[in-house]
């Protein structure tokens, strides 16, 4: 991946996502958070990984941008703006935040590439992301892949429980 | 079905059964009008399930070694299952008196069940998380489950987020872990650890703190125990009952396959971090819950205090520490939801029984009850011939053994300090006089599953043998 590339794409995600976290109007921040979506949907494709790329904006910039913008419907925009948009203990969040960054930029010496499987980036580009992905998720990480659509079918039936106006 | 997908099934069974039936709960509920019966089916499920563990209890590795079915996993399942039937045998009145008699509640139970089954059971990281969600997503809406109290839907808000944000913590220390040895595999990481000297490696570090701080979440350990009050009070009594027994077992069973066998090499490291979190625990869970004047409160910290108690057993680094903390557990699973099911007995339309003064006199007006509810409190104190006296016992000598007297010394002293609320409730109890009349609950369910955890306590607290022998067992084939 071009460095340039990868030096614009990262600036910008978290650039913008520092704007749509300081906005006191929520419909601003949802919209800059899509911005931000592609842009990392457009750093996983400089990576290779096209089928992450294209979940990303199907998943993200689409479904969930879409269920924020709903919430946010049902918010009083013009509270929202009058009111501080961050609660008394953000100096030592952003202090407790801040100090983890540091830590995890000096211990970027200490990291050790690990061992490769047979999936190298070669192999990944010359089968596609997709593909590999798929002979992956659906062999080797068949028990996961199931247990994860337990996971959904639990997030279905609470939201119905905790949201639906009547349960009999 | 061919062979080798077979074989790989039946080591899954006992999940693959409580899925298919929580599915069957879910569907039956659009037909059913009597809750009881769901009810009845999900005992009925978790039988099946025992019957099918025993069956396959040693029963090895399935799914390339993501799902290990070991002495190990069978003990926390045990503890699991047990929890389980016992929760749902106090909530099936409860939900009628406060009006959510709903069906989706048993399904999520069993759910989450199989969520802390598969904790127990996972033999690879990712295994590991979606357990823990699958276990999680569903004591967060079961904490929520009185829509119409604002105390339950906080719960469920507090719980939810710092849930996820312990998660979080897990998921990023998981994918630095794969970062460093490109394997997500437990016993696949600690042999790449030892394989390449690893050990002490600052990344490694990070990783294991991370890892502490979402698992003492999970157990409800200081400093990550501040949901645990507000969660405990709100949520409906006999979902409290469970979520303080099982989450907190299955935290425990991911403690021992993560340090102890992923990071073992790391074992300076960590132990440093889990001592300290013992001693927190033990301290501010203690001192704390004297302050507290409401039952579930005052029980909240004082399951914050018993994480502390069991940790003591995984510092202990020791085959006989392992073995100790996990029939603690046991134990505890029995003590507590029993203490519970006290509160859930004498919760009553309109009447919570949440305060510590609805407990005033109780042994002239149901003798019967407070002198079980004094059971479980001597047993939380730990006061021989109980239950947990023998759990402490246990603990206590392990870490001596291991060479941590002085951390012993805290825990007993911790111990002590901890008689000064438990016995307050028998005070109340047993030296004042009632102040009018309490009604309890109708239900057989309740009183079955309060006979069943005083004959537990009691019998293991006077013959300790079978269960120390039966953790033992349980360990043996452990690689730690």
């Keep these: 991946m071009n460095p340039y590339l990868f030096g614009y794409l990262a600036a910008a995600i978290v650039g913008l996502s520092a704007v749509a976290l300081t906005r006191k109007n929520p419909v601003h921040a949802v919209l800059l958070m899509i911005v931000m979506f592609f842009h990392l949907a457009v750093l996983y494709l400089g990576l290779g990984a096209e089928f992450l790329a294209a979940v990303q904006i199907i998943v993200y910039a689409g479904a969930i941008m879409v269920l924020f913008l709903f919430v946010i419907m049902m918010l009083n925009i013009k509270e929202e703006i009058e009111g501080e948009r961050f609660t008394g203990g953000w100096p030592l969040g952003i202090s407790l935040a801040s100090g983890l960054f540091l830590l995890l930029i000096i211990m970027t010496g200490n990291v050790l590439p690990g061992q490769q499987g047979i999936y190298t980036a070669q192999v990944i580009a010359s089968q596609t992301d997709t593909k590999a992905l798929g002979s992956v998720l659906y062999t080797q990480y068949i028990f996961p892949f199931e247990l994860a659509s337990l996971v959904l079918l639990v997030a279905v039936v609470g939201a119905i429980v905790l949201a639906k106006k009547k349960l009999r | 079905m061919p062979e080798f997908l077979r074989t790989q099934v039946m080591v899954i069974l006992p999940e693959a059964l409580l899925a298919v039936f929580a599915m069957a709960v879910l569907l039956l509920d659009l037909v059913v009008k009597r809750k009881g019966i769901l009810a009845a089916l999900t005992i009925g499920a978790a039988v099946c399930g025992f019957f099918a563990l025993s069956g396959t209890g040693g029963g090895g590795s399935a799914w390339g070694g993501m799902f290990i079915a070991d002495g190990y996993g069978f003990f926390f399942k045990i503890i699991f299952l047990a929890s389980l039937v016992l929760s749902v045998l106090v909530s099936s009145r409860y939900l009628i008196e406060e009006d959510i008699n709903h069906g989706e509640y048993y399904a999520l139970m069993l759910f989450s069940t199989i969520g802390m089954m598969v904790m127990a059971s996972a033999g690879d990281l990712i295994t590991l998380y979606l357990g823990l969600e699958l276990m999680s997503l569903c004591l967060y809406v079961l904490s929520g489950f009185i829509r119409g109290s604002l105390r339950s839907n906080e719960a469920a808000i507090k719980y939810f987020m710092l849930g996820s944000f312990a ?26 650890i030892a394989a390449h000297g690893l050990a002490g490696n600052p990344v490694l570090a990070f990783a294991t703190v991370l890892y502490v701080s979402a698992f003492g979440f999970k157990i409800a350990a200081v400093p990550f125990h501040m949901w645990a009050p507000d969660v405990y009070e709100g949520a409906p009594t006999p979902v409290t009952a469970f979520m303080s027994v099982g ?43 004297i302050a507290q004047t409401n039952i579930k409160r005052m029980l909240a910290y004082s399951s914050i205090a018993h994480a502390g108690y069991a940790l003591l057993g995984i510092i202990a680094l020791s085959p006989e520490g392992l073995a100790s903390t996990l029939s603690y557990l046991f134990i505890y699973a029995f003590m507590n939801i029993g203490a519970f099911t006290v509160v859930t007995l004498l919760t009553t339309k309109g009447v919570k029984a949440e305060d510590l003064k609805e407990y005033v006199g109780l042994s002239k007006t149901h003798p019967f009850l407070a002198a079980l509810m004094l059971i479980f409190m001597f047993s939380l104190t730990g006061i021989p011939p109980t239950a947990g006296f023998i759990g402490k016992f246990y603990l206590f000598t392990a870490a001596i053994k291991a060479g941590y007297t002085w951390l012993a010394v805290v825990a007993v002293v911790m111990s002590a300090i901890s008689a000064y609320f438990y016995l307050r409730v028998v005070m109340y109890m047993y030296m004042k006089e009632p102040e009018g009349e309490v009604k309890l609950e109708r239900s057989y369910g309740a009183r079955l599953a309060l006979g069943v955890t005083a004959l537990a306590v009691l019998v293991i607290g006077m013959m300790p043998a079978g269960l120390v022998e039966f953790a033992r067992s349980a360990i043996a084939g452990f690689r730690g």
């Design chain 2, 167 to 192: 998660s979080a913590l897990l998921l990023f220390g998981i994918s630095l872990t794969y970062g460093l040895t490109g394997t997500t595999a437990i016993d696949g990481v600690a042999k790449y």
């Design chain 2, 247 to 289: 989450p907190k077992a299955a935290g425990f069973a991911v403690i021992g396959r993560v340090l102890l066998v992923a990071l073992s090499q790391m074992s300076f490291e960590w132990t440093g971090l889990v001592i300290a979190l013992s001693i927190m625990s033990m301290a501010a869970g203690n001192i704390l819950a």
